[in-house]
C-alpha cells in the first residue's frame, strides 16, 4: 500500500514538472543568454535591453536575444488567460524579472514550483472593480448623466450620482485641479491591478470615442466626440509666408458640441442602442467582432483630416466586415465576392442590386492607387459615398433580418450563395 502511495505521488511529481517543461527550458534559454556586465562592457552599435530591478540588472544583447525576451515573456504572460485579462503586463514583467535575476545571480535552473510560484501570485490576487474618469470633449447634456451601455457621461457640476458610490469625491476639484471640461466619461471595469485596470479602460474609451463618431460622421470636421484629445484638436495654426505678405489661418476653427441627449444616440432603428452593449459583451461571436471593428474604422475615418487617409478607413470597414477569407491577399475575385455580397446586404431591389458592384469596384480601384500612390486626391463625393455605403452594411447587421442572427461568416456566406443562385 505505502509503496504504491509513493509511486502514485512520485508520477503527480512528475506531472507537475511535465506541465511546465517547455516554460522552463524556454526560461533557462534566457538566464543563459542574460548578461549581468555593465552595458559600457559591449559593443554600443549592438541593440540591447537593461532591466533593473531592487538593486540588481540584466542585460539581452542583440536583436535575437532581446526579441527571445519578448517573445518568452508573452508566452509566459498569456499561458494564463485569467492572469493577462486581469493584471498588467508591467507587474508581471517584474515577476518574471525577479525570477531571472535570483536564477542568473545564483547560478541557478529554472523548476516547475519556480514557475507555479510565480502564477499562484497573481492568481491569488482578488479581481477589483472600479470606474475610471476621464474628461470628454465635444459633447453637451442637459441630464446630470446619461448611460450607454456601460459608460457613463457625468455633469462635473452634478456628481451627485457619483458622489453617492464615492463620498471622498466630495472634494473633486482636488482630483480635477487643471480640468478642461464640463463632462466625464466613466467606464467600470475589473481587474487585479490599476495598471490594468487603465489599460482596459483607455482601449475602452477609444472604442467610445470611435462608435460615437461613426454615429455622428460628420465629414466637416466640425463635430466629434474625444476622450484623449481636447475639443479643440483640429485646430491647427498655419503661417503661410510669401515673398510680398506673412499671413496665419487657423484650421478647423469651428467645432460645435454633440447634444448626446438625442435619442439618436440609442435609437433602436439604426442599432446604435446595440453598439453599447457590444462594446463591453465578452463573449461576442465572429460577426460581432467583426461589426464592432468595422464601425471602430468607421469612426476613426470620419475624424480623419486627410481624405485619402479616411477613404482607405472606410474601405477597410467594409473589407473587414465582409471579406471571407479574412487571410487571403485583396484578389480580383475577392473584391468581385464583396461586391457581390454589398448588393445583396445593402438591397432587396435587383436593379438596385446591379449598381453596387459597379460602386465598390470604383471604390477599392481608388483605395488601390492610394496604397500605390497613383491617387493623390479624394473628393468629398468619393468620401460620403463610401460613409455611405459602410454606414448602412453596419445598419443591415444591427438590424435587418437575417443579417442580425448570424454568427459567423460562414452562415452568412452560405445565405448569400443561396440566394444568389435561387
Not at 37 to 56: S, T
Not at 87 to 116: G, P, V
Request: hydrophobic share 40%; net charge neutral; aromatic share 12%.
Amino acid at each position: 500500500m505505502l509503496k504504491e502511495e509513493c509511486g502514485s505521488e512520485l508520477l503527480k511529481i512528475k506531472m507537475k514538472s511535465m506541465r511546465y517543461k517547455k516554460e522552463i527550458d524556454l526560461i533557462n534559454e534566457l538566464v543563459y543568454l542574460a548578461h549581468t556586465a555593465d552595458i559600457f562592457l559591449f559593443d554600443e552599435r549592438v541593440p540591447f535591453m537593461e532591466h533593473h530591478l531592487n538593486g540588481y540588472k540584466i542585460t539581452f544583447l542583440g536583436i535575437e536575444a532581446c526579441g527571445k525576451f519578448q517573445a518568452i515573456f508573452g508566452i509566459l504572460y498569456k499561458k494564463h488567460k485569467e492572469i493577462s485579462d486581469t493584471c498588467s503586463e508591467k507587474n508581471f514583467e517584474n515577476a518574471f524579472l525577479k525570477l531571472l535575476i535570483e536564477l542568473k545571480y545564483d547560478n541557478q535552473s529554472c523548476t516547475s514550483k519556480d514557475i507555479e510560484d510565480i502564477y499562484e501570485i497573481f492568481l491569488k490576487k482578488e479581481i477589483i472593480g472600479s470606474d475610471i474618469l476621464y474628461e470628454l470633449f465635444g459633447v453637451k447634456m442637459d441630464s446630470d448623466y446619461l448611460c450607454f451601455g456601460d459608460f457613463t457621461v457625468y455633469n462635473y457640476h452634478k456628481l451627485t450620482h457619483l458622489l453617492k458610490k464615492y463620498p471622498y469625491l466630495v472634494n473633486k476639484d482636488i482630483y480635477f485641479t487643471s480640468r478642461k471640461s464640463d463632462y466625464l466619461l466613466g467606464i467600470k471595469v475589473k481587474a487585479k491591478d490599476n495598471d490594468k485596470a487603465i489599460e482596459v479602460s483607455n482601449r475602452l474609451c477609444e472604442t467610445f470615442e470611435n462608435v460615437f463618431n461613426y454615429m455622428i460622421a460628420d465629414l466637416r470636421h466640425m463635430k466629434s466626440v474625444a476622450v484623449f484629445t481636447s475639443g479643440a484638436r483640429y485646430r491647427n495654426k498655419v503661417v503661410i509666408c510669401s515673398k510680398d505678405s506673412m499671413e496665419s489661418q487657423v484650421r478647423g476653427q469651428i467645432n460645435i458640441p454633440v447634444n448626446i441627449n438625442d435619442e439618436y444616440f440609442k435609437n433602436t432603428s439604426n442599432g446604435n442602442d446595440k453598439i453599447w452593449s457590444l462594446i463591453t459583451k465578452t463573449d461576442k461571436s465572429e460577426i460581432e467582432n467583426r461589426i464592432l471593428s468595422s464601425i471602430e474604422w468607421i469612426g476613426k475615418a470620419v475624424c480623419d483630416l486627410d481624405n485619402s487617409k479616411a477613404f482607405v478607413q472606410f474601405v477597410f470597414a467594409i473589407e473587414g466586415m465582409l471579406q471571407y477569407n479574412s487571410g487571403s491577399i485583396i484578389s480580383p475575385s475577392i473584391v468581385s465576392q464583396i461586391s457581390d455580397w454589398l448588393a445583396f446586404i445593402l438591397y432587396d431591389n435587383p436593379d438596385h442590386r446591379k449598381t453596387i458592384p459597379k460602386y465598390f469596384k470604383d471604390i477599392y480601384q481608388k483605395r488601390s492607387a492610394i496604397a500605390h500612390g497613383g491617387v493623390k486626391t479624394i473628393y468629398t463625393e468619393d468620401l460620403n459615398l463610401v460613409l455611405q455605403i459602410s454606414k448602412f452594411m453596419i445598419r443591415s447587421f444591427l438590424t435587418i433580418e437575417p443579417f442580425c442572427n448570424f454568427k459567423t461568416i460562414k452562415e452568412l456566406e452560405s445565405y448569400l450563395t443561396d440566394l444568389k443562385f435561387k
